[in-house]
């Protein structure tokens, strides 16, 4: 009875504690009066700046709210081109005139900073003498509270550019590309007759996280993991993933600890943490949210990995999020669920439960068809990191070859739509577009294609091609814009054809089915990693951009200047400033793995070889010397040791050569003869004497 009571205590505590560290509404209505905390409200629902005339008080009870928790210092939290989040701490504290001290904090304060922050990678959109650099406030994500031991800090999300208004971070694109959506949605909606007093439509998502847990122990004796983020050297071991026994299986109890804490921490800071569960490789796990507006939600994410970190060290573990830490085992994405919200309420790309909403579905599935075949080198651009080139299209993550899954009875609809119209569903009854009745289409329709980096998932797209160390704002400020794009064209012909006298209903019929014939060789139900497939995405001339360095170029097309500068969420000079950043930020961690590897070569594998080498040697010797025969056994295994640390040594100077030519293809190619020479060696070297832990310590010795 005492062990049900504790639980139901936890319970009612877990509760009770969600939003605990967040100046959310409901902590507004208590700090301010009711003028401002109308003004307030309305202002984050909107999106708007903050009214002048309020900014005082919402400071003072911005100020007061976090130093009744602890909190002796503000931060405005932005998040730079490193893909991270960054702050600097300002206290609360100013000097009186009597030789004491007060705690204040001014609406200037909390509206805007001028943190400097000139070092921040701009990729050309300014220089380093010019170091004035500002933050403004994102009403439409709450302030929160990061605690520690002994006190905490009041952050404040923001935005940050340049002197002369530059994009200088992630945010300011992505509330640009939303605001774009969301104008294209509102006004689709009027031609579906809907209208809405605020005339708000926004987008939702909700990212899959995924990730590994190692021993600490573990971790602090890899220089790869600790200077990298993923494992330069590794032998595959004889048990892995191969028995598929750790997806979804029960969860060890030091685990279970670590999940506890996790969910807590973020339910205080309003991370709707929902679900949680091992993946697919042995120490590796997921967390999932409940779908939020897509805003706040990447601000969440960007919490999420943070708090990750923190719990892992908390409880004596390492929390690795890069897309491949571990060679020839699944790696880590972060499944980007994407969904629209329209002026009525309603998600957009949930089936109706009549052919009117059914007909405004089917076109933003037309849309979605449409902004991905033209614009799928930019969604593969957004996902291209080096990190993500080790995992895409290998163990279940899907290819560089961007498709869409539909699922078959929504295919089969699109079929019959280019045909002329639909007129009846695989799963039975009728349908079609327009005002005849017809039974509401099955919700979950779909079946779930984990190879496809695009797939339809019943109410969402789930943009599977995402890497798990990385911001989820860079892909969506692409799928906003490039969705933004097709509806303002779907849009334009729907009105011409209106104010020409066109039956409506004839008119979305006849752009549904022209949207189909234009963009159906985007559609893929199959396997994305057959051969066939790849074969086959050639002739329909679908991009197959297989690294980063390719795929980045496509940020300077032509085509793609123009849609970010017509949508207002990049100028020329912003976007160009990305590419260059992205690029450097690749061939940068290239070129740091390759003097990471070849100090570990050189300095650890090699030695460690050398070593034993010698011994067998000696053995040879000693068993020679004493008429032991041949010692055939100790004369093969140094035969192998040393011909891999022949191979090892040459790589190793193949490896500096690529190195000193700054070229990352070289240095590429070079790490895998290197990676090739010293996994061989693992399996010669007695594990004693081997100097770093092996993948079979790391994945199973928890």
């Not at 000097?95 to 001290?101: F, L, N, Q, T």
């Not at 998600?347 to 449409?370: Q, R, S, Y």
């Not at 969604?379 to 291209?384: I, K, N, S, T």
Request: aromatic share 8%.
């Amino acid at each position: 009875m005492e062990k049900r009571e504790g639980a139901e205590s936890v319970a009612r505590n877990a509760v009770e504690l969600f939003g605990e560290c967040v100046f959310s509404i409901k902590a507004m209505r208590n700090y301010l009066s009711d003028r401002a905390y109308k003004s307030l409200v309305a202002t984050m629902s909107a999106g708007s700046s903050l009214d002048p005339n309020i900014a005082d008080e919402v400071a003072d009870a911005m100020k007061t709210w976090a130093t009744e928790r602890g909190a002796t210092h503000f931060t405005h939290w932005f998040q730079p081109l490193t893909g991270t989040t960054a702050e600097k701490h300002d206290s609360f504290l100013a000097p009186d005139r009597e030789g004491g001290a007060i705690c204040q904090f001014s609406g200037k304060e909390l509206i805007k900073g001028e943190p400097d922050a000139s070092s921040f990678p701009s990729g050309g959109l300014r220089a380093t003498f010019e170091a004035r650099g500002y933050t403004a406030w994102d009403p439409t994500s709450p302030a929160f509270l990061k605690q520690s031991r002994n006190g905490a800090v009041l952050c404040i999300p923001t935005v940050f550019c340049g002197y002369h208004g530059e994009a200088l971070d992630k945010k300011t694109p992505l509330l640009r590309s939303m605001a774009a959506l969301s104008k294209q949605l509102v006004r689709l909606g009027k031609l579906f007759g809907i209208e809405a007093p605020e005339g708000r439509a926004y987008a939702t998502l909700g990212p899959e996280q995924e990730y590994f847990l190692i021993d600490r122990r573990f971790y602090q004796k890899r220089l790869d993991l600790i200077q990298t983020g993923r494992t330069l050297f590794g032998r595959k071991p004889a048990k892995h993933q191969q028995m598929e026994d750790h997806y979804f299986g029960a969860i060890r109890s030091r685990i279970m600890e670590f999940m506890n804490d996790l969910d807590r921490e973020l339910w205080r800071l309003g991370v709707p943490a929902k679900t949680r569960h091992n993946e697919v490789c042995p120490a590796q796990f997921e967390v999932a949210p409940v779908y939020e507006e897509l805003n706040l939600s990447v601000d969440h994410n960007m919490l999420t990995m943070h708090v990750l970190r923190e719990t892992a060290e908390r409880h004596g573990l390492a929390c690795l999020l890069h897309e491949k830490p571990f060679a020839g085992v699944n790696g880590s994405g972060k499944h980007n669920n994407w969904s629209v919200c329209g002026p009525d309420g309603k998600n957009w790309l949930t089936p109706g439960d009549n052919p009117h909403e059914n007909a405004k579905f089917l076109v933003m599935i037309g849309a979605l068809m449409k902004a991905v075949d033209t614009h799928a080198d930019l969604l593969r651009a957004a996902v291209a990191t080096a990190g993500n080139d080790h995992r895409l299209g290998a163990n279940e993550a899907p290819p560089a070859i961007i498709s869409i899954f539909l699922g078959e009875q929504l295919r089969d609809v699109i079929e019959q739509i280019e045909q002329g119209g639909a007129r009846s569903s695989k799963k039975g009854g009728t349908i079609e577009i327009g005002v005849s009745a017809l039974p509401p289409l099955p919700r979950d329709a779909t079946d779930r294609n984990r190879t496809s980096p695009f797939a339809f998932t019943g109410n969402k797209f789930e943009f599977r091609a995402v890497g798990s160390s990385q911001s989820c704002a860079g892909p969506n400020v692409v799928l906003n814009t490039i969705v933004a794009e097709a509806l303002d064209e779907i849009c334009g012909r729907l009105e011409a054809d209106a104010a020409a006298g066109k039956d409506f209903n004839g008119a979305v019929q006849a752009l549904l089915q022209s949207l189909v014939r234009k963009h159906k060789r985007i559609l893929f139900d199959g396997d994305n990693y057959s051969e066939a497939w790849h074969r086959e995405a050639a002739r329909r001339g679908l991009p197959n951009l297989r690294q980063t360095p390719e795929a980045l170029e496509r940020l300077l097309t032509p085509k793609a200047r123009r849609l970010f500068q017509k949508y207002g969420v990049l100028s020329e000079r912003e976007l160009e400033s990305r590419y260059e950043v992205y690029r450097h930020t690749y061939e940068a961690t290239v070129e740091l793995e390759a003097q990471c590897m070849l100090t570990m070569a050189r300095t650890m594998v090699l030695p460690a070889a050398l070593a034993y080498q010698g011994r067998l040697a000696e053995t040879v010797r000693a068993v020679k010397a004493a008429g032991g025969g041949r010692a055939a056994a100790a004369r093969a295994a140094l035969a192998a040791t040393g011909r891999h640390a022949e191979a090892l040594g040459k790589s190793a100077a193949a490896l500096e050569a690529a190195i000193s030519r700054r070229d990352a293809a070289r240095m590429l190619a070079a790490m895998r003869r290197v990676r090739d020479a010293a996994d061989e060696l693992e399996g010669l070297v007695p594990a004693a004497d081997w100097p770093l832990p092996s993948y079979a310590e790391m994945m199973f010795m928890m």
